[in-house]
């Protein structure tokens, strides 16, 4: 069985910046692709960030220049660094992780950026 757990969401002013960590916990031998993805109320679950197990990595272009995101493969986790965080960046934001040939999802962890 094959867990990922988020963390690090929270409440931030306009500007402001957030770390969201994912580990992974189970039956891991070894996990290929992970990334961030961001759900508003009444949209679609979008791209906000990947990154391959060799570190090459892909952003949405609303994100650009203010994430990043990096893994540790010893960890098994992954992490998005925020900053200038704007309002229309409030989501749930999930983590995804392919581990042999299935993706797992995480719970999601809120992030409202509002004054």
């Known amino acids: 069985q094959v867990q990922l757990v988020e963390s690090g969401g929270g409440l931030v002013q306009p500007g402001g910046s957030l770390r969201l960590s994912c580990a992974a916990s189970?039956?891991?031998?070894?996990?290929?692709?992970m990334g961030w993805y961001r759900q508003a109320p009444g949209k679609t679950r979008d791209l906000v960030a990947v990154i391959t197990r060799n570190g090459i990595t892909n952003y949405a272009d609303s994100v650009k220049g203010r994430f990043t995101i990096s893994r540790d493969n010893a960890k098994n986790t992954v992490y998005l660094q925020m900053t200038s965080l704007k309002p229309d960046d409030t989501a749930v934001y999930y983590c995804?992780?392919?581990?042999?040939?299935?993706?797992?999802w995480g719970q999601g962890t809120q992030v409202t950026v509002s004054s």
């Open positions: 189970g039956r891991i031998a070894s996990i290929g692709t």
């Open positions: 995804n992780a392919w581990i042999t040939t299935r993706g797992y």
